[in-house]
């Protein structure tokens, strides 16, 4: 049975219908009022809890240990009926700890995910991007979530995993798009039981076949031999550990890549004289993404946190046992951080102090891997499609999950 808890004298309750479609206009509103709100957001994996909106209060509670992460997901796995059973050990995650052992599990999983292996990936990033773009030569529309920004970041995590193209399904989150019936971007207890399933299998294959490359090799070894004599006594991640990060790497980054590079080409083909910009002059794509991610913030709420004393925010007594969630989204528009918020400009001399990415110890690990898709990916599309335009008869849908900023359909004309 779900947790209730007695409502707060400043509840509110999000709209149903299209709430997406203004939800810079509602948190904007919210972050006027003092940045902080009890909100109840619909769907059926929605919680109850506080909402902060400001910049200010938003980069300083995402690094307060008073909110933890452990705590918060254990409640939420009962919220959704994830308490037992293979798949909820999907979610037993280094994003899901406090310290001491976010710690440990950071600083195991930080020696597989080094810059110098992001950057290694670069020609492979490329050599899918080309490959998508190839397949859509010679049309004159296409869909680009299902047809391009989904696509990519899938590819790249199978050949980090050493998946096959059969395997495509197994590990996609369904509701990325308008196929899947949901379009809610959600993990459901099937999928996370199926997840848990094929990527134990495929963690005891790469035990047997170590290719030496892959990340899950790397996973396997971080840590065996911490001390470097060469015996292999160091910590190590357990089975359980490997697995749910490994969940966490494939739905975690392939899930903000989709929104990272839909969100920006919707940004750009709605801003001609920013695309026109960035035509001109192609180095400016750093700036550009890091942009995007202020503007529309892949993600739209930071992962779940529980409040272990009561806090004072924004005037405001956050109760010990609430939830707390943090709005990424709002946090990026606020007008006393960035100058003009509500206008997208690919030269922004202020865009890197966006929060999309988080902040503090939780900071998102995959960032550099997402930035390097998104750069590739927008610079590739824009140069093989010159005329590349929004459909004018089927316009881009936003999905109603607030934890996600993502489209679910994006047609365009291509020439």
């Not at 192609?282 to 739209?300: D, N």
């Not at 990916?377 to 934890?403: K, M, V």
């Amino acid at each position: 049975m779900r947790e209730r808890r007695a409502p707060h004298p400043k509840h509110v309750e999000v709209p149903d219908a299209d709430w997406q479609d203004h939800a810079h206009e509602i948190y904007g509103d919210w972050r006027r009022d003092g940045g902080i709100r009890y909100v109840r957001y619909p769907g059926p994996a929605a919680v109850e809890g506080w909402v902060v909106t400001g910049h200010a209060q938003a980069k300083a509670l995402l690094a307060d240990p008073r909110l933890s992460k452990n705590r918060a997901a254990q409640r939420f796995g009962r919220h959704v009926g994830l308490t037992e059973g293979p798949g909820a050990a999907m979610f037993s995650h280094m994003l899901n700890a406090d310290p001491p052992d976010h710690t440990r599990l950071r600083r195991l999983v930080q020696k597989a995910f080094t810059a110098r292996r992001t950057a290694s990936l670069r020609p492979m990033v490329e050599q899918f991007v080309t490959g998508l773009l190839d397949a859509l030569d010679g049309r004159d529309e296409a869909e680009l979530i299902s047809e391009f920004a989904l696509p990519l970041p899938v590819a790249v995590a199978f050949e980090l995993f050493g998946a096959t193209d059969a395997d495509h399904e197994i590990l996609q989150v369904r509701g990325n798009t308008l196929d899947g019936g949901q379009g809610d971007g959600e993990v459901s207890v099937f999928t996370a039981e199926s997840m848990a399933s094929y990527l134990r299998a495929l963690i005891a294959l790469k035990r047997e076949n170590p290719d030496g490359e892959g990340l899950l090799s790397a996973l396997l070894t971080a840590g065996d031999d911490e001390d470097g004599d060469g015996d292999g006594d160091g910590d190590a991640l357990t089975e359980d550990e490997i697995t749910s990060m490994s969940f966490l790497l494939v739905v975690a980054g392939h899930q903000t890549t989709v929104n990272l590079v839909a969100n920006g080409i919707h940004a750009l083909l709605t801003h001609p004289d920013q695309l026109a910009a960035l035509r001109a002059d192609p180095t400016r794509i750093h700036g550009a993404v890091e942009e995007v991610l202020r503007y529309e913030s892949p993600s739209g709420l930071a992962s779940l946190r529980y409040a272990t004393e009561p806090i004072t925010v924004g005037g405001v007594t956050v109760r010990e046992g609430d939830f707390v969630q943090i709005s990424l989204l709002g946090a990026d528009r606020d007008p006393a951080v960035f100058a003009d918020p509500d206008r997208f400009d690919i030269g922004r001399a202020d865009a890197g102090r966006h929060l999309a990415f988080g902040h503090g110890i939780h900071h998102c690990l995959g960032a550099p891997l997402a930035r390097l898709q998104g750069e590739i990916a927008l610079t590739g599309i824009i140069e093989r499609f010159p005329r590349l335009r929004l459909h004018e008869t089927h316009g881009a849908r936003w999905q109603s999950n607030p934890r996600h900023r993502g489209l679910l359909s994006l047609p365009v004309r291509l020439r």
